[in-house]
C-alpha cells in the first residue's frame, strides 16, 4: 500500500530567510563578487517578482556565471556560509513538524528551488532523508554553467511525482508545506497543502481554498 509522505519548502518555511539572497550577501561581504554583480542578480529577482523574467531564464543566467569555476571552492564556499548564515535560520517549529510526521512514519522530503549545495545540508541537520533540489551541472570537477535540474514552480510537480512513483507514495495522501505563491502547483497536487508564513498572494489563494494556514517561528 502506498504511504503518505510530507513535503517542506525551504526558504521561508523551514528557513526563516531566502537562501539564495543569503547567499549572494555572503559573496558580497567576503568580496566575491562587486556591488554592480550583487545588483543584477537583484534586478533579476525584481524582474521576476514582476513576471518579466521567467525563472528558466533567470537560473540560467546564474549558472551561467559559474561556468567553469571548481565545485569544490564552491562546496567549501558554501560549508562556511551554512554554519554562519543559514543553521541559525532553521525555524524551531519546522523541526518540530518534520519530528511529527517522522513519528507518524511518513517520508520526509525537502523539495526546494535551493541547490544541493545549501538543501542537503539542511536535510541533514534536521535528519531528512530525502532532498529533491535545483541541481547544478558539473563535468570533470566544474560547472558547465547549465542545470541539471531545476525543482521549482511547475517542476517540483513532476520531481515529486517521480520520487513518488520510485518509493510508492501516495500524493493524494501526502502534505506540502510551503510560503510561496509559486509552489501552487504542488501545491493543489496533494492531498493536504498548508500555507506557512505565506506571501500575500499564496495567503489570499490559501483562503479562498480553505487551505491549512501556520505561523511558525
Known amino acids: ?59 540560467e543566467r546564474v549558472a551561467m556565471d559559474y561556468a567553469g569555476d571548481p565545485e569544490a571552492e564552491m562546496i567549501a564556499r558554501c560549508r562556511v556560509w551554512y554554519e554562519s548564515f543559514v543553521a541559525p535560520a532553521i525555524l524551531d517549529d519546522a523541526r518540530r513538524a518534520i519530528d511529527r510526521h517522522r513519528d507518524l512514519g511518513h517520508e520526509v522530503v525537502i523539495l526546494t528551488g535551493s541547490t544541493q549545495y545549501c538543501a542537503v545540508d539542511v536535510a541533514a541537520a534536521l535528519g531528512v532523508e530525502h532532498t529533491l533540489c535545483t541541481l547544478a551541472e558539473v563535468d570533470g570537477g566544474r560547472f558547465t554553467g547549465k542545470l541539471r535540474q531545476l525543482c ?48 500575500a498572494r499564496l495567503l489570499r489563494h490559501a483562503r479562498r481554498s480553505g487551505w491549512r494556514i501556520e505561523r511558525w517561528a
Not at 563578487?33 to 542578480?41: C, K, T, W
Not at 520510485?166 to 497543502?193: C, H, K, Q, W
Request: net charge negative.
Open 152 to 199: 521549482f514552480g511547475r517542476h517540483k510537480v513532476g520531481i515529486a511525482e517521480r520520487f513518488a512513483a520510485e518509493r510508492d507514495i501516495d500524493l493524494d495522501a501526502s502534505l506540502f508545506y510551503s510560503d510561496s505563491y509559486n509552489d501552487i502547483p504542488m501545491l493543489s497536487r496533494v492531498g493536504t497543502p498548508i500555507a506557512v508564513n505565506p506571501d
Open 1 to 59: 500500500m502506498a504511504s503518505p509522505a510530507a513535503f517542506f519548502d525551504l526558504d521561508k518555511t523551514v528557513l526563516r530567510i531566502d537562501s539564495g539572497t543569503s547567499y549572494m550577501q555572503f559573496q558580497r561581504m567576503r568580496g566575491d563578487i562587486s556591488a554592480l554583480e550583487m545588483a543584477r542578480v537583484l534586478w533579476w529577482g525584481v524582474q521576476y517578482r514582476l513576471a518579466l523574467l521567467d525563472v528558466e531564464t533567470m537560473a
